[in-house]
């Protein structure tokens, strides 16, 4: 797996929870996503609702590029991703696996070289994450699940791991549930395949998800969470998205040693300062605007 400790150092945002949609400069218009943005927090949704948010080749290459345009947005500052229709996200397509001559052998290379580019932390997206689950999240949708830095859910959602009912094996969306979850539970999801379903409550007593919410106010739920965060510092924020995604890849002293690394590698940084005496001040901090980043040719 990628070093999440290595993530890049895109840190220091804008304050920016003020502003009202974006209107100028607009996002791609993507065939199988939707990108948007309310106030700070910028909006990625599946959009294949009649394919149950399946991700076929196309959508697996527009992931890649619309993860990297919000996290270069300036004005960005949190990064919700989410379903149309009634499916969060349900993995890959198996009627196109089963269609296009090509089946998992597409994807042979990537696989064999772990070189993924769909999820946030596969693209080393350094703003904070939160996914929220709105429907049916099967398979691979647990990627985005695994991979976000804070989950939250329907309470109508639904959870299943098919992968052993229809031939395939189930592992690295999987792995990464184990560091959110008692392996016991996870285990069973692998093995039980799709003649189980986990329900939205079982998923957050179990530390999956650490909100549930009814369905019709969901999105509203994920706004209002984005916006808390958005309020707090970026460089602090991304800092310690790379200490604590990386002590899951190292020992304790290791980790240890690495966060402290990265508590000394925003001294000198303007919100250290701004930070004390906005509160000093009794008023929300101004934290510091980074530079705009020129975009990069895309890995997909």
Not at 124 to 134: D, E, G, L, R, T
Not at 139 to 167: K, R, Y
Not at 258 to 278: F, I, Y
Not at 282 to 300: F, T, V
Request: glycine fraction near 8%; proline fraction near 7%; charged fraction near 25%.
């Amino acid at each position: 797996m990628p070093d999440r400790a290595a993530m890049p150092d895109r840190t220091a945002m804008p304050d920016r929870t003020t502003m009202p949609d974006r209107t100028t400069m607009p996002y791609t218009e993507f065939q199988t996503l939707k990108l948007h943005r309310r106030g700070p927090v910028g909006w990625l949704l599946f959009n294949r609702p009649d394919s149950l948010n399946a991700m076929n080749a196309g959508m697996r290459a527009e992931l890649a590029d619309a993860w990297l345009e919000l996290d270069r947005d300036p004005d960005v500052r949190v990064i919700v991703h989410t379903g149309e229709g009634r499916a969060f996200q349900t993995g890959v397509d198996v009627a196109e696996l089963a269609t296009d001559g090509l089946g998992m052998e597409r994807y042979r290379a990537d696989l064999e070289a772990y070189d993924l580019h769909f999820t946030a932390w596969q693209q080393q997206v350094s703003k904070p994450v939160i996914a929220a689950v709105n429907g049916i999240c099967a398979g691979g949708g647990f990627h985005w699940v695994s991979d976000a830095d804070v989950v939250i859910a329907a309470t109508t959602a639904e959870f299943t791991e098919p992968h052993v009912s229809v031939g395939q094996v189930v592992a690295m969306e999987s792995i990464g549930l184990l560091r959110k979850m008692p392996f016991e539970a996870v285990m069973r999801m692998a093995l039980v395949g799709r003649h189980e379903r986990m329900s939205a409550q079982r998923a957050y007593e179990l530390g999956m998800v650490s909100q549930l919410v009814p369905p019709d106010q969901l999105r509203d739920a994920a706004q209002e969470l984005a916006e808390k965060i958005a309020r707090n510092s970026p460089a602090a924020m991304a800092a310690t998205k790379r200490a604590l995604w990386g002590a899951l890849e190292t020992g304790l002293t290791e980790a240890c040693r690495q966060g402290a690394r990265e508590v000394v590698s925003v001294w000198g940084h303007p919100d250290q300062d701004e930070g004390p005496r906005a509160f000093a001040e009794k008023r929300e901090p101004r934290w510091a605007e980074p530079e705009r980043a020129e975009p990069e040719a895309s890995p997909r």
